[in-house]
């Protein structure tokens, strides 16, 4: 899907903030459409990709385009978890403890280079992305709604690296591998470069896409695409359900329940993107790589013959077959 021309008059609110987001950003439309996808959903999102591909730049004007608050929080090896969510600070005046909230209470957060911060920093922001509530002391803070965390992963550095758990890994709906920008696409990128920074306009407000995503839990799942989720999960776990045992010997852990219920969730909010109220295959099938890699742990024999989830799982996704939906809508 391409947000490159201006919108149609009849485009809804979600399009028209793809459409003034594109003011800034060149390319990356699947990184854009699963932003919006996981905001739809209550999801959040791992991005990996190499530095200088806007992913930055990406979540900032989306924040600007839905009217919300963005923070970011560049990750380093001495943050402790008070960072991310607040602390209790004396406040001599009063003679008493006051409650200072971290930058994990906005609507967007950008978790820059997650994998750089100890454990229990890591464990403090996934505690907040489940629960969606911080405790401080005694008392307990709700977070803004919505709210979205993307987090960001650099894969060409090892060293002073805290690489994230696969168990906790799995709590983020989607990862999204970005590469590099096409060559048409990056004199672009360089061409704006020379111009003054483009202005994005608040579309919609945070109330607004409170509304949207309780319009998107209206669309239809057909029971048949939901086992297709289950399946292609429990096929992740055991190559051989679907008739490649051959890839058994590099799966360790195949995807978790999560998986299932974010793919649905997922593929749904998809379909509502997409302008349709009910769900259908492909919706399913374009998310399944986003939804299912992060949650495979391969084996040191898929690690030495060079085999990755991706290749993995789009073999199982061949296998397949995929439903027909009994019906279109309720």
């Not at 008070?82 to 967007?108: C, K, M, S, W």
Request: no cysteine.
């Amino acid at each position: 899907m391409s947000w490159t021309d201006a919108p149609p008059a009849a485009a809804g609110p979600i399009e028209k903030v793809l459409y003034e987001v594109k003011k800034t950003i060149v390319g990356q439309d699947v990184l854009l459409e699963r932003l919006v996808v996981a905001l739809l959903a209550r999801g959040h999102i791992l991005v990996e990709g190499v530095p200088g591909l806007a992913k930055t730049l990406a979540v900032k004007s989306l924040a600007e385009a839905i009217g919300g608050d963005f923070h970011r929080v560049q990750f380093t090896p001495d943050l402790v978890p008070a960072d991310i969510v607040g602390t209790r600070v004396y406040h001599q005046p009063t003679g008493e403890f006051q409650v200072q909230l971290g930058p994990v209470f906005t609507n967007l957060l950008l978790a820059d280079e997650i994998n750089r911060a100890p454990a229990k920093v890591q464990s403090a922001l996934l505690e907040t992305m489940q629960e969606r509530q911080v405790t401080i002391g005694r008392e307990t803070h709700k977070l803004p709604n919505p709210f979205l965390v993307m987090a960001t992963q650099n894969p060409i550095e090892n060293e002073g690296v805290y690489p994230l758990p696969e168990a906790q890994v799995d709590r983020f709906m989607m990862k999204v591998l970005i590469g590099y920008p096409s060559p048409t696409e990056e004199f672009v990128v360089v061409e704006r470069a020379l111009a003054p920074a483009a202005v994005i306009q608040r579309i919609i407000d945070p109330e607004t896409l409170v509304g949207l995503q309780q319009a998107a839990d209206q669309v239809y799942v057909d029971p048949s695409l939901i086992e297709f989720a289950v399946q292609l999960a429990n096929a992740s776990r055991d190559p051989g359900r679907v008739g490649l045992t051959d890839l058994a010997r590099y799966v360790t852990f195949g995807a978790s329940p999560r998986a299932s219920i974010s793919l649905v969730l997922a593929g749904r909010a998809l379909a509502y993107l997409r302008g349709r109220e009910y769900v259908v295959p492909e919706d399913l099938s374009d998310l399944a790589l986003d939804v299912l890699r992060h949650r495979m742990v391969l084996s040191y024999e898929a690690l030495s013959d060079d085999v990755t989830a991706d290749l993995i799982l789009s073999k199982i996704i061949a296998n397949m077959q995929f439903p027909e939906p009994a019906g279109r809508g309720r």
